[in-house]
């Protein structure tokens, strides 16, 4: 008698859950997912993981990982491993601050532990 109570609950619960599937039968498809665009470009750096001061597309950075805008449009990028803050203006790269190293010092010379 228990095992009888096992085996209806075992098929009631089959019946139930293939009631509750969708329909598969192959001629029912999901429409497809929408298409997401974005578009991608290199606005400073020329992709060398290195560091360099200069024009926006032949500048150097050595892994960026942070960026701010100011309200006059100056963007300013955390170059991590480089250890710098560099500042993007006027088609220009340009260091804020830091020297490649990690300590505290000031402003300019400062070295800085992103």
């Known amino acids: 008698m228990k ?6 609950y075992v ?7 293939t009631a509750c599937k ?4 192959g001629d029912y498809q999901a429409p497809p997912p929408p298409e ?3 578009t991608v470009s ?3 750096g020329d992709g060398t993981d290195a560091y ?4 926006l597309l032949s500048a150097k950075f050595h892994t960026p990982i942070d960026i701010a805008i100011s309200a006059g449009g100056i963007l300013y990028v955390a170059d991590y491993n480089g250890r710098r803050i560099r500042k993007i203006s006027g088609g220009q790269v ?4 830091g020297d490649g190293t990690s300590a505290p010092g000031t402003a300019r010379a400062t070295q800085l532990n992103l």
């Not at 969708?22 to 039968?25: A, D, F, P």
């Not at 340009?94 to 601050?97: H, P």
């Open 3 to 8: 095992y009888q109570s096992i085996i209806l």
């Open 11 to 17: 098929v009631f619960f089959a019946a139930v859950a």
């Open 22 to 25: 969708k329909s598969n039968s």
């Open 36 to 38: 997401k665009k974005v």
């Open 42 to 44: 290199t606005f400073a």
């Open 52 to 55: 360099l001061n200069g024009p």
């Open 94 to 97: 340009s260091l804020l601050a």
